[in-house]
């Protein structure tokens, strides 16, 4: 059982399309993490959210706390937006993770 | 610049043999943790530790062992305990271990088994 979900698993899109990816969760959280990982393999924060909505440039990652669902969106697509993102959330001392959504974003 | 590194990026080793993977952090954060990323699955914690020489077992601690005896140092050492240690393995900080304190990861270390 994973505590974390995500979907799609893969996403292909043309640049300039609008993209949404969606995780959900089944553990109280005191943290939702949005992370990219790139092809290299190293791992940055995109955003930590624990309510409503966060938009740093083209991207906007918000929360449902009753549902317990995140959705990351990304406006205005770009082959350089090509990366795994991953949902993590917090709960007590610990991190669970979900397995990734790959996009590749088409030129 | 504040960062971390891991070190080495690419890493061979003979089956039997055990191996230690560095991670260093000057971001003076106090909690430093270890992954675990296999293909298709989300990072798995090894271990992790909130602050010098205290350190606790994550969900797969089994064939690995760490140290924590400075705030910037946290390796790893994957013992021949472990017994499909071919993974690629990433190191983290935050300046607490709450949740709501962001991570900082290291650009991993790919680790092969021959």
Known sequence: KNEVEQSPQNLTAQEGEFITINCSYSVGISALHWLQQHPGGGIVSLFMLSSGKKKHGRLIATINIQEKHSSLHITASHPRDSAVYICAVHNFNKFYFGSGTKLNVKP | ?114
Request: glycine share 10%; proline share 4%.
């Open chain 2, 1 to 114: 610049d504040g960062g971390i590194t891991q070190s080495p990026k690419y890493l061979f080793r003979k089956e039997g043999q055990n191996v230690t993977l560095s991670c260093e952090q000057n971001l003076n954060h106090d909690a430093m943790y270890w992954y675990r990323q296999d293909p298709g699955q989300g990072l798995r914690l090894i271990y992790y530790s909130q602050i010098v020489n205290d350190f606790q077992k994550g969900d797969i601690a089994e064939g690995y062992s760490v140290s924590r005896e400075k705030k910037e140092s946290f390796p790893l050492t994957v013992t021949s305990a472990q017994k499909n240690p071919t993974a690629f393995y990433l190191c983290a900080s935050s300046f607490q271990s709450g949740g709501d304190n962001e991570q900082f990861f290291g650009p991993g270390t790919r680790l092969t088994v021959l």
